[in-house]
């Protein structure tokens, strides 16, 4: 994740009224984030850098690129730049600590009884750099050991799920991990990797990557999930627009699936179907069954990872 800098005003460019109605309507519009007037210095410093390097003199010019040039990379490009992208592994430990002592016990159990198949889906919506879906796969891989786990991490920003899909983050990032999941999972940098940590294959051979936009109503993902993750996103959208993600996540929940939101977040009034069953978690009342997707099996990645060596041993620091 870029250091986060403190939100300054370049007073060369400053945003005309007319032009921050302008960007806060398109923003709001097409991927729901609200950008209140409080939040105006911090639009104009993430957009100002961007202005500079495309040489243009003022925001005017600039809405028209991502507008009426219908210029779609740099559309992306300023949706990424004015996203917050804040994550770390294990956020909000205790819904991690609900999963481990009453979902997947009692999941295994299911399946002991042959009344649900060892088979799990999560998705990860909002993901950002993939702390929170490799956090999830650490979890299922201990707690569901031989379990076929399938995780979907999305997000609306491509630059952070180019981070995601690298797996690699800083290695201080490690002390956000348990010493019995560092060693198994993840591994030390070395080489050009070294002040690294990455997530050993196994764990990345579970999670694979999207761009979506939860804001769009296509909601263009595959089948249903146990577990759907949508944390500290919804805060940022207008109470309809919560409501209609959570309308959307609703209807990718399997039957008896989890959805979590973030500590500070409701679901908005659209809690048909939904009840509290732990700290931000809701469960979903059984439902008529739905067929479940046969799961395939993504190629398995080789165990030989350049550039890593096994993280067993002292805890990385
Ligand atoms: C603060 S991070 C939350 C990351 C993670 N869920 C967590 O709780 O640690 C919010 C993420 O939401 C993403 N985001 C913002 N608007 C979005 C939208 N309309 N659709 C999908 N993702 C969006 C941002 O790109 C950012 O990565």
Sequence with gaps: MAPRRRPTTDPGLRMSDGAFRLFRTLIEAEVGIQIPEAKRPLLVSRLARRLRDLGLD????????VTTDRDEAERARMFDLISTNETRFFREPKQFEFLERHVLPAWTEQAAQGRRPRSVRVWSAACSTGEE?????????????????????TD???????????????????QQISEPCLKAYMLRGTGEHEGCMKAGPELRRLVRFQR??????????????????????LIYFSVEGRASVVRRLVERLAPGGYLFL?????????????????????????????????????S???????????AGGPRCS
Aim: aromatic content about 8%; glycine content about 8%.
């Design 300 to 310: 398995v990645l080789s165990n030989r990872e350049e550039g890593t060596r096994e």
């Design 262 to 298: 973030g500590a500070a977040e409701t679901l908005a009034g659209a809690s048909e179907g939904l009840r509290s069953v732990g700290p931000a978690a809701y469960s979903l009342a059984e439902r008529a069954a739905v067929p479940r997707r046969r799961q395939t099996l993504r």
């Design 58 to 65: 003022d925001f005017e010019a600039y809405y028209r690129r």
């Design 133 to 153: 879906p490799y956090s999830i796969g650490m979890l299922l891989l201990s707690g569901l050991p031989g379990w076929e786990i399938e995780i979907l991490g």
């Design 212 to 233: 979506l936009n939860l804001h769009d109503a296509r909601c263009e993902v595959d089948g249903r999930f146990d577990l759907i993750f949508c944390r500290n996103v």
């Design 156 to 174: 609306l920003s491509t630059r952070v799920l180019d981070r995601a899909r690298a797996a690699l983050w800083p290695i201080e990032k490690s």
